[in-house]
């Protein structure tokens, strides 16, 4: 395999720069503001204080950052539809079966709350912290995934 | 472990902190979509080493928060709206950051789908993606009560 540009990138670098800068303007526009550094996954443990009397979803921390991760979360939501909108990219669905979605988000669930956070809470702010816990968690993560696709591409498992 | 006591809770809040929060979610967002990562393809081509292309996203994403959160650390301030301190965002390195990164990478390169790039999603149209969604809050309720019965 040439390591040639158009085999590592063959869909080009611009857009996912863009984007990657976007991802950091707004991470740390909140993270200004607010001084905190906000990752994606706690919204799962504090979205599930409003239905789970349990006392492990009850902590303060999440309580109380619950309305403004769903607020954060919408905004997600909106912001990757307001793009596709106003830039005319087409509207995507994915051709990944339900099953592997589901699956792998079971799995995602777990190994973000064991593991303290994920691609942006350690990608991006734990990275950028230079926090060892996060560079090792971000290491083992990429490692792993991609094996894990791998070993199902192997299997005959497509897209 | 109520020690994470911040001024950003209650009815507390400066009348900006809710609108900033908004407005970096919908940048966020954009940026999941403009850097296709919302979609579980993309990530797939990257992990199949297809296509590197993500390495500049969450790198480009990294380069521009370190610094920032360096400096502001640094500088000892507080933060305008919600007076916390600048903190670098550094957790403890214990076995569960290892284990939670090998059960989280089974799970990404099962899918591709990870938390904020799974919700950009839905945005751009991906209705699939609820599964995914769904299962995520599945793991971290299944997670919060296991972690109850089992330490402690």
């Not at chain 1, 550094?37 to 303060?60: M, W």
């Not at chain 1, 942006?120 to 490692?143: E, Q």
């Amino acid at each position: 395999m040439a390591l040639d540009f158009a085999t590592l990138f063959p869909n080009g670098v611009l857009h996912y720069l863009l984007g990657g800068l976007l991802i950091g303007l707004a991470t740390v526009a909140i993270y200004l503001g607010t001084g905190i550094a906000a990752g994606a996954s706690t919204f799962l443990e504090s979205t599930l204080s409003y239905v789970s009397d349990r006392e492990r979803f009850q902590q303060f921390r999440f309580v109380q950052s619950r309305d403004w991760r769903l607020v954060f979360t919408a905004g997600i939501v909106l912001g990757a539809t307001a793009y596709t909108a106003l830039s005319g990219d087409d509207w995507f669905v994915t051709e990944v079966s339900a099953t592997r979605l589901f699956v792998g988000g079971v799995l995602v669930g777990v190994g973000t709350r064991v593991g303290k956070g994920c691609t942006s809470g350690h990608g991006i702010c734990g990275v950028g912290s230079l926090s060892d816990a996060s560079l090792l968690n971000v290491a083992t993560f990429v490692l792993v995934a991609a094996g894990t696709s791998q070993l199902l591409l192997a299997m005959g498992v497509r897209p | 472990m109520s020690g994470n006591g911040h001024a950003d809770d209650g009815g507390g809040r400066h009348p900006l902190f809710m609108p900033l929060v908004f407005v970096g979610g919908l940048v966020f967002g954009a940026g999941l979509a403009v850097s296709r990562m919302a979609r579980p393809e993309v990530v797939l081509d990257f992990l199949q080493f297809e296509d590197f292309g993500l390495l500049f996203v969450m790198g480009g994403a990294a380069l521009v928060a370190g610094p920032v959160f360096h400096l502001a650390t640094r500088s000892g301030k507080r933060a305008p709206l919600t007076e916390r301190v600048y903190e670098l965002r550094r957790k403890t390195l214990d076995s569960n950051v290892l284990l939670g990164g090998v059960v989280f990478g089974v799970g990404w390169g099962i899918s591709g789908i990870c938390p904020g790039a799974a919700y950009a999603s839905v945005g751009i149209g991906n209705w699939p993606i609820l599964a995914g969604i769904a299962g995520m809050f599945v793991g971290a309720y299944g997670q919060g009560i296991a972690r109850d019965r089992f330490s402690d």
